[in-house]
């Protein structure tokens, strides 16, 4: 079963990744290879089911 997590920094190192939240895999393209993704102007982050490396 998955867990609902509030994530507020994502880094990819050598992998492209996307999270599930909001009924949908985000972002649609995914992240790309070593990028650092940060919310810091939403408070607590954004909810994500999974984390996918694709």
Known sequence: M??????????T????VQWFGDAAWQPANGINKWNVMT???????????????L
């Open 39 to 53: 919310w810091p102007n939403h408070p607590g982050g954004v909810r994500a089911s999974w984390i996918k490396i």
């Open 13 to 16: 190192g050598n992998n492209r």
């Open 2 to 11: 998955p867990g609902n997590s509030w994530i507020t920094r994502i880094s």
